[in-house]
């Protein structure tokens, strides 16, 4: 079924394997995880292995990938966050690599199931809460009390603020699934409407420039939503970071 | 007729998974008898993805822009000890330039005050030599005057001896003659 848009989200047990009635089979999300991870990890160290001081164009791109999320971090959470350098720096790599496997047609994208992008944002939500707490206590609450707020309006904000920071991992997961999965969605509808036009006569062959110039374009905007949305997971994990580390605003 | 055919497709796929899906009917991303599988896949291959990061990778990387930094700081540095070697060294060959500058105006001075000395020197003993033969020259002449002198008086007498002769035509004596000539002369 060529015009099936939810088709590519399905899974397949490649290797079944079933533990104590858990299921934990390989399956193509699991292969691609694999791939995700080792393709990553042998660049990264593929690349560095000159060890150049004058780097060479893939040493740059890992230098840059390097620099780039050690300077998010740092502009958020200070030097303190560098702490968390290697999570924020596996969580990026492993989101945008991901999302640019799903690129490639035929291929499965990790991160458009929820329960990947809800684990992922339930592992900051919990770094965040044991280093808050394990870092200043009760102290941490003060981040739901914010300063300058008139006692008349406190028990509101707290709540407001309270119920902000539970909704976190729900944003936090959904963004980056909902984004992945409706740009392959609309991706993959508009290639479909390419086929069904095409076989309307020499009207629907030409009326087909249509959808297929905005499958080109709709391309290219998920290539920048793939980069965009890994961007915007790290970006949030830093600030929630910097929560963890300074609950009383900087 | 773009949505009918959407539709179509749309609808199709929901029958489309009743047949393939692993569970009936379910939207695959919130299929939960996928969920244990993904869940185990994702703990084991981001565990090691984490750990990879922070052993292997990132301290790599980290170091290559440590020793790039170092280096460059470094090579700053040497360039500017380089520079302070090049002002130090334009310094001191401006000051031996000036030096020898200096140097050469006193040989010039010393060469043109000897060479002064030598010429008034030189002058002053062709002065001498001048004036000696000039002196030389005067005594001369003042002999040769006294002899001419002395060769007139002889010739005057001869000749007043002679007139007197002729006109008196007696003989005078060369006494009587001399008294009269220096009477008269005097």
């Known amino acids: 079924m060529a015009n099936d848009p939810i088709h590519q989200f399905q899974i397949t047990k490649l290797l079944p394997l079933d533990v104590n009635g858990v299921d934990l089979s390989f399956t193509n999300s699991s292969m691609f995880m694999v791939a995700t991870v080792v393709l990553t990890s042998v660049f990264l160290l593929w690349s560095t292995g000159g060890r150049g001081l004058v780097p060479s164009r893939s040493q740059s791109l890992s230098e840059i990938a390097y620099e780039f999320v050690a300077g998010m971090l740092r502009d958020s959470a200070g030097s303190q966050g560098m702490k968390f350098f290697p999570f924020v720096f596996s969580l990026f790599m492993f989101i945008l690599v ?64 309270v119920i902000s920071f539970i909704a976190r991992p729900i944003s936090h997961s959904v963004r980056l699934f909902a984004n992945m999965l409706a740009g392959h969605i609309t991706l993959k509808v508009f290639a479909g409407f390419i086929v069904s036009m095409s076989t309307m006569g020499a009207v629907g062959v030409v009326g087909s420039l249509l959808p297929f110039a905005m499958t080109v374009g709709l391309t290219a905007l998920e290539f920048l939503v793939a980069f965009l949305q890994a961007y915007v997971f790290t970006m949030l994990t830093c600030m929630y970071i910097n929560d963890a580390l300074h609950p009383g605003g900087h | 007729m773009f949505i009918s055919t959407a539709y179509a497709a749309t609808t199709e796929a929901a029958k489309h998974g009743a047949e393939h899906g692993e569970k009936s009917g379910v939207f695959p991303p919130f299929d939960p008898s996928t969920f244990s599988s993904q869940l185990v896949w994702l703990a084991i291959t981001f565990g090691f993805f984490y750990f990879f990061m922070a052993r292997v990778a990132l301290p790599r990387i980290g170091n290559i822009l440590e020793d790039r930094r170092d280096r460059i700081s470094q090579d700053l540095v040497e360039a500017q000890r380089l520079k302070e070697e090049t002002d130090a060294s334009i310094a001191a060959y401006e000051q031996e330039l000036s030096e020898a500058r200096h140097k050469a105006h006193v040989i010039g001075g010393e060469a043109n005050d000897k060479a002064r000395a030598v010429t008034d020197s030189e002058r002053e003993k062709v002065e001498a030599e001048l004036a000696e033969s000039l002196e030389e020259a005067e005594t001369r002449i003042g002999n040769i005057r006294d002899a001419a002198m002395a060769e007139v008086e002889v010739i005057a007498s001869d000749t007043a001896e002679a007139i007197v002769n002729q006109l008196i035509g007696g003989k005078t004596t060369r006494a009587e003659l001399a008294k009269a000539i220096s009477l008269a002369s005097r």
Do not use: D, Q, W
């Not at chain 1, 690129?103 to 684990?119: D, G, K, Q, R």
């Not at chain 1, 919990?126 to 003060?142: A, D, E, M």
């Open chain 1, 98 to 161: 991901a999302n640019m496997f799903g690129m490639f047609p035929y291929f499965f994208t990790v991160t458009s199931h929820v329960i990947i992008t809800v684990a992922l944002a339930l592992a900051v939500f919990l770094t965040v809460l044991i280093v808050g707490f394990g870092k200043h206590g009760f102290g941490f609450l003060k981040l739901f009390v914010p300063s300058g707020v008139p006692i008349a309006i406190m028990p509101l904000v707290v709540a407001i603020e």
